[in-house]
């Protein structure tokens, strides 16, 4: 029998009379907002009521020329040439900076992403942070990184970021490259470019030198001509595994060095000697934190035979109580979908797991009436072999399955094109051990999920990337050993 939950939160949203946000916001090349050479602009919409915020700037090949050319510029004249410890000082700037801000920027963050501000304030922002303390703390220590071998930059890196952690994703970029030497064009995704742009302010605030870091706007068209400039020597992509193959045929044979972080379909594994009530959070944490818009959730799940009727009714349970609304509300657990399109592509995948044969439970909470929601969603009755266990939906859905022994759920686990991350449930360290070791992902979390550091290396197997970022290994990406 379906249970509702019978209360309800006054509403709480966090206040928007602080931020600042321009109606029109033009590229940051050289230290300047410039518009475009071809004058166009693209709007950037709230997903959770369809309202415009701002028009953006959009760059095309001759914006991408001079952003290059403007970085070029300040790599042989500044940057490379600046004391480690100086350019240290400047990234912890903007850490600095960034954590004053911080309550502006997660509710811009939550506005333009549709992500609940609980994230944005408790993750996105603080961890942006952190990455650039981290960060700015190696940039006078290279020797201790890479003992005996010198870390030289590697000249001018054209970042690519998405949607899902729209400033996070520009920190994990920009403050390994700055640190190492490197400077840099950012491109964010074209749904999410504010907190970009709120950014490059505060790299004007802190007074980097002009052309060290520019920020163009716009979709695929202005990716490739990032990638495809004859003068940048390295490309940073996050995002889809389909960009990344292209990303990776475009630059073969060009010398350009490139890391890239894709896409996901982490198994979450619950064993019968978890901690039941406990597995239940971290399977609500892992595919419905952040409107499953996250490469490494945990979007298919297997639970040992014997608890799993038990593990999917307290699931079920849970999910009703789950509040989706509002971002910008302090109580929601699940905010809007990032855009239209992807929430057909959710759409579309719920239908072909009915077709395929799936049983659906879908959480009975209500849905505001404007804007783009998914409610969260499981699917049972599903096997290996159905297109919703073996590509990723990057929605709130996900698809259960049983197992017996722990052989047989590594086989399943590993049965999958992508290999970014996974999760452990269990009472026992010699399963933790031996799960981590024989599953091919990344980062594997035991009775926990989605925790991230600065310190920590992030970064995919097979389908799922080259390279890592984070960490010491993050700096490795930026610079050349000699
Ligand atoms: P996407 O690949 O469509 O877009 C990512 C970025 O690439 C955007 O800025 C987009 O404008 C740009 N782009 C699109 N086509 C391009 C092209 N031909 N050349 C150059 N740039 C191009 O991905 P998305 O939908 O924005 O993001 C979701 C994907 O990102 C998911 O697959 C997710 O798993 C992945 N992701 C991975 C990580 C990770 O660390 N591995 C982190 C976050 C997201």
Known sequence: MRKTKNWEYSPAPESTDHIKLKKQYDLFINGEFVPGVEGRYFDTINPSNEEKIAEVAEAGKADIDKAVSSARKAYNKTWSKMLPKERGKYVFRIARLLQERSREFSVIESMDGGKPIRESRDVDVPLSSAHFFYYAGWADKLEYAFPGRVAKPLGVAGQIIPWNFPLLMAAWKLAPALATGNTVVLKPAE??????????????????????????????????????????DKIAFTGSTEVGKYIMKAVAGSGKKYTLELGGKAANIIFEDAAIDQAIEGIVNAIFFNQGHVCCAGSRLYVQEGIADEVILKLQGRMDTLIVGDPLDKNTDIGAINSKMQLDKIKMYVDLGKDEGGTIYQSSCSLPKKGYWFAPTIFKDVSQSNRIVQEEIFGPVLAIQTFRTVDEVITKANNSPYGLSGGVWTDKGSKIFKVTQDIRAGVIWANTFNKFDPGSPFGGYKESGVGSEGGIEGLMGYVELV
């Open 191 to 232: 749904t999410t470019p504010l907190t970009a742009m709120k950014l490059a302010e505060v790299i004007q605030e802190a007074d980097l030198p002009p052309g060290v870091v520019n920020i163009v706007n716009g979709g695929g068209t202005t990716g490739q001509a990032l990638v495809n400039h004859r003068d940048i």
